[in-house]
Each structure stands twice: as C-alpha cells, then as structure tokens.
C-alpha cells in the first residue's frame, strides 16, 4: 500500500522541467505521453524477456491505437492481446494476429466476426468452458468459417485442497485433465479450432513485492510468489503436453509486466501478454525485479489557496479499479514535494496538495499526477499530448477520443 502523503517515485527534475515546459500554455485537464520513456519502455520490455518469449501488447493498457500501433513496431512484439470483442475487431483492421482476453457474449460482434474471413482468421476468442462454445453455436451457427479460439487456464495458486484460492478469478479450467477435455470438446466441435493457450498470474505479475510498510506483508507475499511460480510452472508443462496430445498449438501465452523474466523462461511459454510497463504506472513503483519509467501524466490546475501552506487543485480524484485503498489513487508527480491531506486524498472536485512545493504554487499553475494503472488514465482525456525532448510532436486520440467504447 502506497502511503497517502507520498511523494513521487520517478522522472527526474531535469526532465519534469522539460515536460511542463512544453505543456505549460495548455488548460488543463490534459494528459501528456514522454514519447522517450515510452519507447525506452518499449525496448526494455521485449528485453527482459531475453529472446525466449515474444510480447503480445495487451492493449488495454494502452488505448490508444497511435500508440499501441508504434509498440508494435518495436523488436521483440507480435500480435495484440485484445479485451472485448468490439475492439479485436476493430484492431485486426491494421494487425493480422489479435487475441481477445476474456470470452464474450457480444451478439453483434460474434455475427460480424463469423460472417468476415478475413477477420475470422486475425482474430483468437477466449475459451473456458462448452457453455461458450455453445453460445457461439447459437447466436451464428454452422455452417460458417472455422473460429480460431484459445483455452483460458486458471493460473491461481489454490491450496488446502481448494478452500484457498490465491489469484484472480477467471477460468474454471485448473488441472491437465480439465483442459485436455475442454480441448478435445474444440477438436470435435464444427466451426471451431484450436490454436492456443493462455494464463495470467495476477498474483505474480500483478503484485509488487517490494510493497512499502510492514515488512512481514513483504516477506509473506514474496513467499506466496515463490510457491505459486513453482507450482504453476510444473502445472503449465503439464497442461500444454495433456492439450497438445489432443490439438497442436500455436502460441501458449502467460503472465505480465510484472513477471516476463519469470514467465519467458519456462520452456512451454512462447509468448507473454504485457502493456502496463509501456506507461509505468504507479502501482509499477514496487517490483524489486525492475522499474520502468513513467510515461503517462495527467495534469491539473491550482485554482484557489485556502491557506499560505495548501494548493488546491481542481479535480485529481481519478480512482483505478480494484479493491479501494490509497494504492489506488494518483501518484502527485510535480512539483516535487507535493503530498495530499490524507483526510480527503484526492477527490473528484478538490484536491488540497500540501508540502514545501505547495507554497510557492499560484492560480493556475500546473500540478502533475501519474495514475495508479495504465490504459484506464485514457478513459477520462479524448487525446494524449506526446512530447518528445522538450517539445510536442504529436497529439493521438485515445479510444474515449475516436468513441469507442469497448468496456
């Protein structure tokens, strides 16, 4: 848990100084992409991989299609990790290998994909149960193109027999026999084929383990890490060797920014599925493994001083999802110095800032935030202001900004 009076772990003050500088006569709200931070991002990324895995740019934590298109570009990537429908299909107009997340029950997409070819064999659905299967039967029925699907494996860690499930919840395909059967459902199943096999460990790749505060927190969720590694790599080789004796693969896809050298380095593992680490959001100040640079800023203004020792900023409450904690709320970036009131964080209308920095903060100057997350800073601005040195070269539209809205 980040503190809530924190100050801001990253950029330095030489490149915060360029940033607001070529940002400075913009009226906020406004969010700002360092183009140099995001391509040095980009390259690290497919670096730490270490030529064992390729990165599939989860683009939902992007949103941008500028942006996700100029990751993709880079050294190291092939294909998109999609979270809807709508938008692999959207998305599969400019890349040819595009792979949907999580299932979907989108009616009208599911037509529009089984009556396109070309789309049909750009774009992967996820698959965890024959329920889904026979969902996609009913809304487009047979016959129609061959629908490339991929198994969604549970990459929990549960113990106790089950009565401990540590991990997100997302399919109930666990164990080799349950995918080896759901596989060879897809083999005999008209209208399907399958091609691949993907797993998340949030618990791994979503996690920090160097969390701030209580130490024994640290060490207990550094040691669950490490069992749920273990056991998870000897499951994965498991459940790729029981699939592939049913269907030939052609991609097994796993883990996140947090876990690439961990995850590239099991042998079954071909692809892995990242994106947060392009921007660097704050919940990404905590891994000991690495850090990538901040990238994506939001920027508000000083609108009123209700004290010689307080600024207070318009807005600033941009909240990410997940369990409410002050882990969830914006880093304050700049000036350095800056914390918040913890009786108030930040808020949707206000937020008072305090601080050594807050006293010499004027009516109208710029305040910077990071968000906790990624791609959801792009649901609040219609376009990113991308700087590159010390000036504006571009400004891209975010999905909000083309309207799309695929969540």
Same mark, same amino acid.
Not at 19 to 28: I, K, M
Not at 146 to 158: G, H, K, P, Q
Not at 204 to 214: F, M, T, V
Not at 251 to 276: C, K, L, M, R
């Given at each position: 848990?980040?503190?809530?009076?924190?100050?801001?772990?990253?950029?330095?003050?030489?490149?915060?100084?360029? &940033?607001?500088?070529? *940002?400075?006569?913009?009226? =906020?709200?406004?969010?700002?992409?360092?183009?140099?931070?995001?391509?040095?991002?980009?390259?690290? +990324?497919?670096?730490?991989?270490?030529?064992?895995?390729?990165?599939? &740019?989860?683009?939902?934590?992007?949103?941008?299609?500028?942006?996700?298109?100029?990751?993709?570009?880079?050294?190291?990537?092939?294909?998109?990790?999609?979270? *809807?429908?709508?938008?692999?299909?959207? &998305?599969?107009?400019?890349?040819?290998?595009?792979?949907?997340?999580?299932?979907?029950?989108?009616?009208?997409?599911?037509?529009?994909?089984?009556?396109?070819?070309?789309?049909?064999?750009?774009?992967?659905?996820?698959?965890?149960?024959?329920?889904?299967?026979?969902?996609?039967?009913?809304?487009? %029925?047979?016959?129609?193109?061959?629908?490339?699907?991929?198994?969604?494996?549970?990459?929990?860690?549960?113990?106790?027999?089950?009565?401990?499930?540590?991990?997100?919840?997302?399919?109930?395909?666990?164990? =080799?026999?349950?995918?080896?059967? +759901?596989?060879?459902?897809?083999?005999?199943?008209?209208?399907?084929?399958?091609?691949?096999?993907?797993?998340? @460990?949030?618990?791994?790749?979503?996690?920090?383990?160097?969390? =701030?505060?209580?130490?024994?927190?640290?060490?207990?969720?550094?040691?669950?890490?490490?069992?749920?590694?273990?056991?998870?790599?000897?499951?994965?080789?498991?459940?790729?060797?029981?699939?592939?004796?049913?269907?030939?693969?052609?991609?097994?896809?796993?883990?996140?920014?947090?876990?690439?050298?961990?995850?590239?380095? @099991?042998?079954?593992?071909?692809?892995?599925?990242?994106?947060?680490?392009?921007? %660097?959001?704050?919940?990404?100040?905590?891994?000991?493994?690495?850090?990538?640079?901040?990238?994506?800023?939001?920027?508000?203004?000083?609108?009123?001083?209700?004290?010689?020792?307080?600024?207070?900023?318009?807005?600033?409450?941009?909240?990410?999802?997940?369990?409410? %904690?002050?882990?969830?709320?914006?880093?304050?970036?700049? =000036?350095?110095?800056?914390?918040?009131?913890?009786?108030?964080?930040?808020?949707?209308?206000?937020?008072?800032? &305090?601080?050594?920095?807050?006293?010499?903060?004027?009516?109208?100057?710029?305040?910077?935030?990071?968000?906790?997350?990624?791609?959801?800073?792009?649901?609040?601005?219609? *376009?990113?202001?991308?700087?590159?040195?010390?000036?504006?070269?571009?400004?891209?539209?975010?999905?909000?900004?083309?309207?799309?809205?695929?969540?």
């Amino acid at each position: 848990m980040r503190r809530a009076a924190s100050a801001v772990t990253g950029p330095d003050e030489g490149r915060m100084v360029q &940033l607001s500088g070529a *940002t400075e006569h913009l009226d =906020p709200p406004f969010a700002v992409v360092d183009l140099d931070a995001f391509d040095a991002n980009a390259t690290e +990324l497919a670096h730490r991989a270490a030529g064992l895995a390729t990165v599939r &740019l989860a683009s939902k934590s992007v949103r941008s299609r500028e942006l996700i298109g100029r990751a993709a570009r880079h050294e190291g990537y092939r294909g998109i990790l999609a979270f *809807t429908l709508p938008e692999a299909l959207w &998305l599969a107009e400019d890349h040819e290998d595009v792979v949907i997340g999580y299932p979907t029950t989108d009616r009208t997409a599911l037509k529009r994909l089984a009556s396109d070819e070309r789309a049909a064999a750009r774009v992967t659905l996820m698959i965890d149960s024959i329920g889904q299967l026979d969902f996609v039967d009913e809304v487009v %029925g047979v016959p129609r193109p061959d629908l490339r699907v991929c198994i969604d494996l549970d990459a929990s860690l549960e113990l106790a027999g089950g009565r401990v499930h540590l991990g997100p919840y997302r399919s109930p395909v666990h164990s =080799p026999r349950q995918a080896a059967a +759901l596989a060879r459902v897809i083999r005999e199943r008209p209208g399907f084929r399958l091609v691949g096999l993907m797993s998340y @460990e949030g618990q791994i790749a979503g996690l920090g383990d160097n969390q =701030p505060g209580s130490l024994l927190r640290r060490a207990a969720i550094r040691a669950m890490q490490r069992v749920s590694a273990g056991e998870l790599a000897d499951r994965r080789a498991a459940v790729v060797a029981a699939v592939e004796a049913v269907a030939p693969l052609e991609f097994v896809n796993g883990g996140g920014t947090g876990s690439v050298e961990q995850t590239a380095a @099991e042998d079954v593992i071909t692809e892995i599925g990242a994106g947060s680490g392009l921007y %660097g959001p704050g919940l990404f100040d905590f891994y000991r493994r690495f850090r990538p640079r901040p990238a994506a800023y939001f920027v508000m203004s000083v609108v009123r001083r209700p004290s010689p020792r307080i600024a207070t900023v318009l807005g600033g409450g941009w909240i990410a999802s997940g369990p409410p %904690g002050l882990d969830r709320q914006p880093t304050l970036t700049w =000036p350095h110095g800056l914390r918040t009131n913890p009786r108030e964080g930040t808020g949707e209308v206000q937020t008072p800032v &305090l601080g050594a920095a807050a006293h010499g903060l004027r009516l109208g100057d710029h305040v910077w935030f990071r968000h906790a997350k990624a791609g959801e800073l792009c649901e609040r601005v219609n *376009t990113l202001h991308l700087v590159s040195g010390a000036e504006i070269v571009d400004e891209v539209a975010t999905y909000r900004g083309e309207g799309h809205a695929f969540l």
